[in-house]
């Protein structure tokens, strides 16, 4: 073999040597409908200082939240650059929540037999929604935009905030925290997973998002790298499954967080020491849809209240989201935000609807956390 060809060969069989690029991208048309399943679990644990130790009657104490929701989302329509228009249906929650001795603890879930309306103030940020039409713009690369409809849904819900005075100082960061803005975030991270040009198999891309840590306020913003490291599947992108690897580096950035709504944030000062994350996602090329996403991110934050008063604080913030493979048989959620504003949330196209006249009994607005 000559010196050339066998050079040719070498070049060939290199890593990278003639590979070919992949597009993910979502891919959606009007009157597309597919369902998500959304599991959050964000906890801290707090080592105390003295003082708030003789108050609290423990010198650690772990606080956060577990949330559990099934959305619906329909493309309304689809503009000439390929941007939809998603119309999201949150069609049950629940949620294990423990905001220590002040916030206090609850479980509440939608789906109980007789489940009513929360009267815990954290849980109904959580169901606000529900029921409720909300909506945003959705492109092909992932970019979300133009989310509406929760603002409305939360501030309803929270009417009744003042039933528990240590909320209701923090109103206006519960207001932020299941609000428009604070959504988008959340929606970024879960359908902007997927680069602006097409990639190649060992090639990496970037997204960023903003975000506010537990009850600090502490702005941060993610960096997460996307790898994608394997294609498995047919050919000709029918069926092929793009394997991603995640790492996610944080940085503090004050102006990101909703310490302004918490009173008890104006007192503190938070600095993050240390973060880092990691995850794995599965994209569906072919049908331009996420598969599944997983995330972990551990994070390290000191919080000061005067020269002596000091929190250490170890937290885990996961991420699960899972597409559903068909729509869930759910029971209709009780109403939020009362008779007036609240509807059952419009039936899919596979579900038959029920001729038969609705009984005359009325929904309960007030209960226990069910």
């Not at 509440?108 to 309306?117: I, K, L, N, Q, V």
């Amino acid at each position: 073999m000559s010196l050339i060809l066998s050079l040719a060969v070498a070049l060939a069989l290199a890593p990278g040597a003639g590979a070919e690029e992949t597009l993910l991208q979502w891919k959606l048309a009007e009157g597309d409908e597919f369902h998500y399943q959304v599991v959050r679990d964000a906890w801290s644990t707090q080592k105390l200082p003295e003082q708030m130790a003789a108050m609290t009657g423990t010198d650690e104490m772990t606080v956060g939240s577990r949330t559990e929701t099934i959305t619906r989302y329909v493309v309304d329509s689809v503009d000439d650059e390929g941007v939809a228009h998603v119309v999201a249906t949150l069609l049950s929650a629940k949620i294990d929540s423990d905001q220590g001795p002040m916030g206090g603890k609850v479980k509440w879930d939608s789906t109980a037999e007789g489940a009513t309306r929360p009267s815990n103030p954290v849980a109904l940020v959580v169901a606000a929604p529900l029921g409720r039409e909300t909506s945003f713009r959705l492109s092909p690369a992932g970019e979300v935009s133009d989310v509406e409809g929760f603002d409305e849904a939360v501030a309803a819900a929270l009417e009744t905030i003042q039933e528990n005075p240590f909320m209701a100082m923090m109103a206006g960061q519960l207001k932020a925290s299941g609000g428009n803005s604070a959504m988008e975030q959340l929606l970024s991270m879960q359908f902007g997973q997927v680069p602006e040009a097409p990639i190649e198999t060992g090639g990496a891309w970037e997204k960023s998002n903003s975000s506010s840590f537990g009850t600090s306020g502490i702005g941060i913003v993610s960096t997460r790298t996307y790898s994608l490291t394997e294609l498995s599947g047919g050919e000709d992108d029918a069926g092929v499954l793009a394997m991603l690897d995640i790492a996610i580096a944080v940085v503090q950035d004050d102006s990101a967080g909703t310490a302004s709504g918490n009173p008890m944030a104006a007192m503190m000062k938070a600095k993050l020491e240390e973060a880092e994350g990691r995850g794995q996602a599965i994209f569906d090329v072919s049908a331009g849809r996420l598969v599944s996403s997983n995330t972990e991110t551990d994070l390290k934050v000191t919080a000061t209240m005067g020269p002596q008063m000091q929190i250490d604080a170890d937290a885990r913030d996961a991420l699960q989201v899972e597409m559903l493979a068909e729509a869930p048989d759910l029971p209709p959620p009780p109403v939020i935000t009362g008779e007036d504003e609240a509807e059952d949330p419009p039936k899919s196209e596979d579900e038959e609807r029920d001729d038969a006249p609705e009984g005359d009994e009325e929904s309960e607005e007030d209960d226990s956390n069910g």
